[in-house]
Structure formats: structure tokens, C-alpha cells
């Protein structure tokens, strides 16, 4: 599975390509009781896929070096050693 992640960011990062399926989440059902015969004893989970979040911050940690230089010096939040 490591190799499939690894493939899927480097597909993004190298060909700002990401599959719309791995976007998907999938809810799941678990039982609150033993044998449960109606919808209000079910407790639903939501399966999300965590790709885009690594995605995510690989871009944050790629940014952060350099948002001294995009943010004005006006601008002081969100900035690594800046003081509102």
C-alpha cells in the first residue's frame, strides 16, 4: 500500500493530477446493539481517504518556505516569526 500512496502524491505533485475517486468517502454502519432492527440503533462512521491530506501538507510545508516572501511585511499573520 506505501508504494500506491507514494505513486498517487508523486502522479500529483510531478502532473497536478489527482483522481476524483480518491475524493470519495465511504460511511459505514456499526451496530449499537447485539441485533439492531431499526435504523436509530446503527451509529454511521464516515471512511474518508487521507491522500489528499498528505498532499495537503506536503504543498503546506513546501509554502512555508517561502511565505516570508509572498506575504507583505504589512501583513503579519500567518508568518513564521512575525508579530501581529
Do not use: W
Amino acid at each position: 500500500m506505501k508504494d500506491d500512496i507514494c505513486k498517487a502524491i508523486e502522479d500529483f505533485m510531478e502532473n497536478d493530477y489527482y483522481p476524483t475517486k480518491e475524493n470519495e468517502t465511504s460511511i459505514a454502519l456499526i451496530p449499537k446493539i447485539e441485533c439492531p432492527e431499526f435504523m436509530s440503533q446503527y451509529r454511521s462512521i464516515s471512511c474518508s481517504n487521507f491522500i489528499y491530506k498528505v498532499i495537503a501538507k506536503v504543498l503546506t510545508n513546501r509554502l512555508k518556505l517561502l511565505m516570508n516572501t509572498l506575504i507583505s511585511h504589512n501583513q503579519s499573520a500567518f508568518v513564521n516569526g512575525r508579530l501581529i
